[in-house]
T-cell receptor, first 110, second 114 residues
């Protein structure tokens, strides 16, 4: 079983749609959680950290369920510029390695 | 530019040759990470350093791979006797060694082994 698993992609949605990505992780001792965004042939960049209480940044909402070892990302009112690969990332120890899921590709169409 | 810098950006090499990549992290970051990414996959962890100490190496890192960070600043990743399966994007990232801080990635070195 992979340490971090994500929904298989690609997700093809129209502009304005709401899309949700799910992710599960295997190590219950994991301490930190992130969503990174990666554009084609670019480096990954932090989209948002994920906190136990859930957090929101504009159109983006991240949720964490420690009991189920489940992380989600919700994107509302999708824009063309949201087209990218979204990577679920887990860190088990403070300052330790980041463990990435395989990524979910999102394509937002006009 | 004060971000993570990687050199070279692209490298084409013949099978069996040795290659070395360099990463310059953000100056105050004490943690430095190397990852490998192939098409359609997320980055795979290779190794990481706290200052000059190599704290963890992945089982993916065969004996042909070695990484150093001699003065706790820049790092090098060397691949000896390259194989076609080594073709990938090699990403370096750095972070402050504190809980829940993000890692910043360089633009990567794309290796093609022919």
């Amino acid at each position: 079983r992979k340490e971090v698993e994500q929904d298989p992609g690609p997700f093809n949605v129209p502009e304005g749609a709401t899309v949700a990505f799910n992710c599960t992780y295997s190590n219950s001792a994991s301490q930190s959680f992130f969503w990174y965004r990666q554009d084609c042939r670019k480096e990954p960049k932090l989209l948002m950290s994920v906190y136990s209480s859930g957090n929101e940044d504009g159109r983006f909402t991240a949720q964490l369920n420690r009991a189920s070892q489940y992380i989600s990302l919700l994107i509302r009112d999708s824009k063309l510029s949201d087209s990218a690969t979204y990577l679920c990332v887990v860190r088990v120890t403070q300052g330790g390695k980041l463990i990435f899921g395989q990524g979910t590709e999102l394509s937002v169409k006009p | 530019d004060t971000g993570v810098s990687q050199n070279p950006r692209h490298k084409i090499t013949k099978r069996g040759q040795n290659v070395t990549f360099r990463c310059d992290p953000i100056s105050e970051h004490n943690r430095l990470y190397w990852y490998r990414q192939t098409l359609g996959q997320g980055p795979e962890f290779l190794t990481y350093f706290q200052n000059e100490a190599q704290l963890e190496k992945s089982r993916l890192l065969s004996d042909r791979f070695s990484a150093e960070r001699p003065k706790g600043s820049f790092s090098t990743l060397e691949i000896q006797r390259t194989e076609q399966g080594d073709s990938a994007m090699y990403l370096c990232a750095s972070s402050l060694g504190q809980r829940n801080t993000e890692a910043f990635f360089g633009q990567g070195t794309r290796l093609t082994v022919v």
